[in-house]
């Protein structure tokens, strides 16, 4: 079991920066992919930003050139650095981690934080 504890997030008035750090309770250098995904009040799960072990990135179009996200295999920690924020990017953010094992593909989530973009 990976346990996520994600941490950064707040109100922010539009036009402004959050950064969202998330710690995973292993090393994550076995976890193939971490990321982010958010979700809306009435609106499903989507992913945010995703970075493999290797180190390639996945964006939705939506935050493409305003979001970052990154990993410090040393402090076993993935963050998402959010500028340029806009209403539309309210929603709980929940942090993700995939783990494969052979054929097999184990997922982990974290409890969630709210960002809020609002003037």
């Known amino acids: 079991q990976v346990q996520l504890v994600e941490s950064g997030g707040g109100l922010v008035q539009p036009g402004g920066s959050l950064r969202l750090s998330c710690a995973a309770s292993?090393?994550?250098?076995?976890?193939?992919?971490m990321g982010w995904y958010r979700q809306a009040p009435g609106e499903q799960r989507e992913l945010v930003a995703a970075i493999t072990s290797g180190g390639s990135t996945d964006y939705a179009d939506s935050v493409k050139g305003r979001f970052s996200i990154s990993r410090d295999n040393a402090k076993n920690t993935v963050s998402l650095q959010m500028n340029s924020l806009k209403p539309e990017d309210t929603a709980v953010y929940y942090c993700?981690?995939?783990?494969?094992?052979?054929?097999?593909?184990?997922?982990?989530w974290g409890q969630g934080t709210q960002v809020g973009v609002s003037s």
């Open positions: 292993e090393s994550i250098f076995r976890i193939n992919t």
């Open positions: 993700h981690a995939r783990i494969r094992v052979g054929a097999h593909e184990y997922d982990y």
